[in-house]
């Protein structure tokens, strides 16, 4: 598998804590970042949980603002396939409270659900989501 070294990325427009003890990412985002850095940031994720075997992914939106449409094209169609195929049992996300992030996040959910093998779930706190993915088995739907 990987190592249980916690890893920490801090920047001024997001923060990544993978914790390959608890199996988990958190991706929170601090403010808007522009589509580099976007981009940069979301593959750094792929490769740190499949460096470590994570098992859970939680992105914290409440932060991040919109984001653009060729971000989002590029979500749906390169980086959620490939986050497809990391191992990935659950997947949590915070809620924007802003419309447009709303907006493309559930656009880009309803498209990839078919074709991911693990259930994305929706949350108003980071402790709410992290409860959920680190709950047993069953309580996964």
């Known amino acids: ?22 199996g988990i990412i958190v991706v929170r985002w601090k403010n808007y970042a522009p589509s580099g850095t976007y981009r940069a940031t979301l593959n750094m994720a792929v490769d740190l949980i499949d460096q470590h075997g994570l098992k859970y992914f939680l992105t914290d939106q409440r932060r991040r603002g919109a984001i ?3 971000d989002e094209v590029w979500l749906a169609t390169d980086w959620s396939p490939r986050m497809a195929r ?5 997947a949590a996300i915070v809620q924007s409270a802003d419309f447009f992030n709303q907006s493309v996040i559930d656009r880009v ?8 093998p693990f259930p994305i779930k929706y949350f108003a706190t980071l402790e709410e989501a992290e409860e959920w993915l680190q709950s047993p088995s069953e309580a996964t739907r």
């Not at 990391?86 to 659950?90: D, F, H």
């Not at 309803?110 to 074709?115: D, G, H, S, W, Y």
């Open 68 to 70: 653009l449409h060729d």
């Open 1 to 22: 598998m990987g190592t249980t070294g916690l890893f920490e990325h801090d920047a001024p427009y997001v923060n990544i804590v993978a914790d390959p003890a608890r």
């Open 109 to 116: 959910v309803r498209t990839v659900l078919p074709v991911i």
């Open 86 to 90: 990391t191992g990935l049992q659950r």
